[in-house]
Nanobody, 114 residues
Framework: QVQLVESGGGLVQAGGSLRLSCAAS????????WAWFRQAPGKLRELVAE?????STNYANSVKGRFTISRDKNTVTLQMNDLKPEDTAVYYC??????????WGQGTQVTVSS
């Protein structure tokens, strides 16, 4: 079992920055990949960024060059720069372990005002 606790959401003006963090506890040695997803009202949940155990990264086209995902021990961080109103969503931390079991955080709200 893995428990995920997110922090760092909030309200920011367009062009501003926020940093999201997700701390994992439990069977963290078994984690294969970490990711951030987001879900805006009325929209499907979408992948924002992911990082594997080997530190390979992948980003949604809409955030490339603005967001950076990184990992340190049991914490994954999403640095979000040059935020746009369309980045407004609930952001969820997600991990997959070696058994392909998925775990989700509780979500943190990010609101970008124009």
């Amino acid at each position: 079992q893995v428990q995920l606790v997110e922090s760092g959401g909030g309200l920011v003006q367009a062009g501003g920055s926020l940093r999201l963090s997700c701390a994992a506890s439990g069977s963290i040695a078994d984690i294969n990949a970490w990711a951030w997803f987001r879900q805006a009202p009325g929209k499907l949940r979408e992948l924002v960024a992911e990082i594997t155990r080997g530190t390979s990264t992948n980003y949604a086209n809409s955030v490339k060059g603005r967001f950076t995902i990184s990992r340190d021990k049991n914490t994954v961080t999403l640095q979000m720069n040059d935020l746009k109103p369309e980045d407004t969503a609930v952001y969820y931390c997600h991990i997959t372990n070696s058994l392909n079991t998925n775990y989700w955080g509780q979500g943190t709200q990010v609101t970008v005002s124009s």
